[in-house]
């Protein structure tokens, strides 16, 4: 069914939602070591609970402390005893751009040609560097000043949901089970879920709707892992370092060059995994290095996370004992084994995208969402599409038709589920 053809009121407008959404500056910040990990993000939380009690919704729960929002959409498919499905979003934005001051603008009728995102001509989004925007001629784009990112991951997934609740709250035409409702702070840093209220939140299945491009629909992801390496050197006067100096730095690169050559984010795509350097700073007398390990095959992260085991080891018996000190550490796994015995969740939202003449594109995410952590608590989570996209950069941009069409397949998931019962 195509629930447009249900609709007679219309909720707040998506683009103006959306855009009021991206002026809240919520970046989070891993090295706060709080949660939430920046306080900024309680003020979009505590808009998102006035703006769900204002239309409605049932159950609103601002937690106070950690940063969550809750709310319910209560069932109205008399006399059937269906499942309770559940809708989940990010509040906070990356901080590999500044989110603060965000200026959002519309380019109508994209061209096909460069768009000059800053007043200066510095930034230019054009298809030279990001080819996929000649797929978005003749359509309407969100984008910034250059100054900064969009925040379209994953607000776009947020104003997305807020407009499915508000339409089904307004339309008692298009039947639908119990709709629950989650936004969370600290996706970004991996700690999504890290409070996240199973019980409170009450879904017996959900989805993430923080994906990219129209039609995709992700329930595989990567295994991870993070790393440290503390290196331990020595610094001695270098007119009289031969044979006592032992410069941490070094063997920090030393570190680097053992590592596979062609498993690095630059030389992978689909399925293939990596070791990607963070961030490494040192001296003479001491280097730190940060490292991220991911690979969707369990096996072969595993074989990763040995490699960079043996690569210290030899480290330590070349130079000594603690020259290097170790902290690895598996971040979440790949939630596919979660899902495949729900695989009804792929299944019906292909079918809510088909409905709509919309090509599910089944794809692996490189990467994580709080989806996969939560399908590890018992929750099973695939993502769905935004209409985002070059997320976690100044280039960032949103397609209005697509974030629409992403409204559309979110209801027709409401609707598919309203006579589903928990298997």
Request: charged share 25%; proline share 4%.
């Amino acid at each position: 069914m195509n629930v447009n053809e249900l609709i007679k009121n219309k909720p707040e407008d998506l683009i103006e939602r959306f855009i009021r959404y991206t002026k809240f500056d919520t970046q989070s910040d891993e090295q706060t070591n709080t949660s939430p990990s920046t306080m900024k993000q309680h003020e979009l939380a505590k808009l998102l609970r006035d703006e769900l009690n204002a239309m409605g919704a049932a159950d609103v729960f601002y937690d106070e402390e950690h940063c969550y929002v809750y709310a319910t959409i209560p069932a109205n498919n008399e006399g059937a005893d269906s499942c309770r499905l559940g809708f989940i979003s990010h509040m906070d934005t990356s901080d590999a751009v500044s989110g603060k001051d965000v200026k959002a603008r519309i380019v109508e009728n994209y061209d096909g040609g460069d768009i000059k995102l800053s007043s200066d001509g510095k930034y230019v989004l054009s298809p030279a560097d990001f080819p996929e925007l000649l797929n978005h001629k003749n359509q309407d784009l969100i984008v910034t000043d250059g100054n900064t990112l969009l925040g379209a991951d994953d607000k776009a997934g947020i104003a997305e949901i807020m407009t499915m609740a508000q339409t089904l709250l307004l339309n008692p035409e298009i039947k639908h089970g119990e709709i629950k409702i989650g936004f969370t702070p600290d996706e970004e840093i991996g700690e999504g879920t890290k409070y996240f209220d199973l019980e409170r939140f009450g879904a017996d299945y959900a989805y993430t709707v923080d994906g990219g491009k129209l039609g995709e629909l992700e329930y595989e992801n990567f295994n991870a892992a993070e790393v440290e390496l503390i290196i331990n050197g020595r610094s001695v006067h270098p007119g009289d370092a031969k044979n006592k100096m032992l410069n941490a730095t070094l063997v920090a690169y030393e570190f680097q060059s053992m590592l596979p050559v062609f498993e690095n984010p630059m030389y992978t795509e689909g399925r293939e995994g990596f070791y990607h350097l963070t961030m490494m700073k040192g001296t003479c007398e001491k280097a730190v290095c940060y490292y991220i390990i991911r690979d969707h095959d369990i096996e072969k992260f595993k074989v990763k996370k040995d490699t960079v085991k043996r690569i210290v080891d030899f480290l330590n018996e070349k130079y000594g004992e603690g020259t290097v000190e170790l902290t690895m550490e598996d971040s979440y796994y790949n939630m596919i084994e979660k899902i495949r015995p729900h695989i009804h969740l792929v299944d019906n939202a292909k079918k809510a995208m088909e409905e709509l003449s919309i090509t599910p594109i089944d794809q692996p995410i490189r990467g994580g969402t709080d989806g996969a952590m939560l399908s590890y608590k018992g929750l099973p989570c695939p993502n769905l599409c935004t209409g985002g996209y070059n997320y976690h950069g100044r280039y960032e941009y949103a397609v209005i038709q697509e974030m629409r069409s992403t409204v559309d397949i979110l209801l027709n998931i409401c609707n598919i589920y309203s006579d589903f019962k928990v298997k």
